[in-house]
């Protein structure tokens, strides 16, 4: 039986991935070992299902014994891990969440809704590193992915409206306290309703600015404001997060290298908690029917989910807050621009845990498990 190895499993992204795995089942057909790099030989928390003593996640000769090694952990694990396992002669599937081989020659980076044929000829001909991608790039193209594998798009900005937990789980926990600390140094001002709401506004912008305000993992404070900077610069003027957009998306549909098409825009974070927005604008190569595009995109996948452009749709299925914790993408506010009727604008919201992360792992491991127990 096939022996899979899982590192990183008890972080964010790792434990969204167990909990899809217990929901859907996956947990047979293989047998599981578990690693840590922090807990090696203790028993693991409870996860739902049962598991031996971890193993010490840097034992490469425990790691060589695995057919699949599906880890969560982060980018230098890999960067320690991985060569040297390869050295060693280990010639598995290697399935990681982290961005650091994303971009290498023998990587694939998967999305299977989107790029099955790219992942099938890519097992087929030997490579075995197969990578998740940006969670934005994800979420984007399980959105309009049909589009541009249609060769329909001639170029796309897109304007994101990034989570907390893409930048992890202690900023997840910072955002919190912020709102937490503006609430507790407001409350009696906000219940008070002959307080006027200049004089509170002020107050808020004063508890933000204040020396004593928590914020030590993002670059400035979030609840109530707005960060349009995420990740490192480059020397393009834009930020890595914003460079992702064009060379990870142009990489998953394997464009020819000669022609990828443009993607670009500007990558803000903002006060939500596990889901990632972003606003399209989308230059057509074709004058196409907006019924036709509606329809294309429907048909692309059975997660996307195409909102009307009305207020009250808008409202209760396009938000952050209701897309959070689901599979559905939902994509909306579709319309042409006033520009031209080449021009495309949408609005699209995903949970960046699951699309943009976990559930692109989860497939391709179960992908791979059936593939090997076939052959
Ligand atoms: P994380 O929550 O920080 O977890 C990483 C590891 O930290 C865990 O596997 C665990 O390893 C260790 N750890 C130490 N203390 C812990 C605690 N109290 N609770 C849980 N784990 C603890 O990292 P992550 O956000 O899941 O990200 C993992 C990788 O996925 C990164 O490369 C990231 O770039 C990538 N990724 C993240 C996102 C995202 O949205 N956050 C999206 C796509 C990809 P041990 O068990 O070995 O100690």
């Known amino acids: 039986m096939l022996k899979t190895g899982f590192v990183g499993w008890r972080g964010m992204v790792g434990s969204v991935l167990m909990n899809r795995m217990i929901e859907e089942n996956d947990f047979c057909g293989f047998e599981p070992l578990f690693f840590t790099t922090s807990q090696a030989g203790q028993k693991c928390s409870d996860i739902g299902i049962d598991i031996p003593v971890l193993q010490d996640a840097y034992d490469i000769s425990k790691l060589c014994q695995m057919d699949i090694i599906v880890t969560c952990q982060g980018s230098s694990y890999t960067e320690k891990v991985l060569p040297d396992l390869r050295k060693c002669g280990w010639n598995g599937f290697w399935i990681d969440a982290a961005s650091k081989m994303r971009m290498d020659k023998d990587s694939i980076i998967v999305l299977d809704p989107v790029n099955s044929e790219v992942i099938d000829n890519a097992i087929s001909s030997g490579i075995k590193n197969f990578i998740g991608g940006n969670c934005t790039v994800s979420l984007m193209l399980m959105a309009v992915g049909i589009l541009l594998k249609k060769g329909l798009v001639d170029w796309i900005t897109t304007m994101t409206y990034q989570s907390a937990s893409g930048a992890g789980a202690k900023n997840m926990r910072e955002l919190l306290s912020q709102m937490n600390c503006i609430g507790e140094k407001l409350k009696n001002l906000v219940d008070d309703p002959q307080v006027p709401i200049l004089a509170i506004d002020k107050k808020v912008t004063q508890t933000i600015l204040s020396s004593t305000f928590p914020v030590k993992n ?21 930020t890595r997060e914003e460079w992702k957009g064009c060379a990870e998306t142009n990489k998953i549909l394997q464009t020819t290298t000669d022609k990828p098409v443009p993607i670009d825009g500007i990558c803000v974070r903002i006060g939500a908690m596990r889901c990632h927005s972003q606003a399209l604008t989308i230059k057509l190569n074709e004058n196409i029917d907006l019924d036709e595009i509606c329809q294309m995109i429907e048909e692309s996948n059975k997660w996307v989910k195409i909102i009307p452009n009305t207020p009250d749709d808008t409202a209760k ?12 993408i939902a994509l909306g506010r579709i319309r042409k621009l006033n520009i031209g009727p080449k021009y495309l604008s949408a609005f699209t919201v995903g949970d960046q845990l699951l699309w943009g992360a976990a559930e692109p792992i989860r497939r391709i491991f179960k992908i791979i498990v059936l593939k090997q127990t076939i052959s």
């Open 218 to 238: 993002f670059p400035a404070p979030l609840a109530g404001s707005a960060i349009p900077f995420i990740d490192k610069l480059m020397d393009s003027g834009q």
């Open 317 to 328: 299925y396009l938000t952050p807050a209701a897309v959070a914790g689901n599979l559905n």
